[in-house]
């Protein structure tokens, strides 16, 4: 067999060769945490587009009622109009609060799916 000799220029080549591996790996990492992020923005849009038909058609339909209850088409919507302003108005009473309380979940989730691969690289090695 023969011995391998010690060499500065295999040294560099190989330390370069494990930085350049270590940049690519850093990247693929960083492309899969933003790809599930983006993803998970894409989906809580239509989520919340779709809550807005749903607010839109049950509005509608409190309008309608509210015409039959009280009588009259335009009072009805408007005294569904007047809880939407009501809700506005709750809505600005609590605006501190709120923000607050939307700010740390979305740091939670933002969180959550960023370290997701971390936990997935976990549960595959307590299998192994």
Not at 58 to 75: H, I, T
Request: charged content about 25%.
């Amino acid at each position: 067999m023969e011995e391998e000799k010690f060499s500065i220029n295999g040294v560099f080549q190989k330390s370069k060769e494990y930085i350049n591996t270590r940049l690519k790996l850093l990247k693929l990492g960083l492309v899969e945490r933003s790809s599930r992020l983006i993803a998970s923005l894409i989906v809580d849009g239509v989520k919340t587009i779709l809550a807005l038909f749903v607010i839109f058609f049950l509005s509608l339909a409190l309008g309608f009622y509210l015409s039959e209850v009280l009588g009259s088409s335009s009072l009805g919507f408007l005294a569904t109009g007047g809880i939407f302003v009501l809700l506005i108005v709750l809505v600005s009473a609590f605006e501190p609060r709120l923000e607050r309380i939307f700010m740390n979940l979305s740091i939670k989730r933002f969180l959550q799916k960023w370290n997701d691969e971390i936990d997935e690289d976990d549960e595959e090695g307590k299998q192994d």
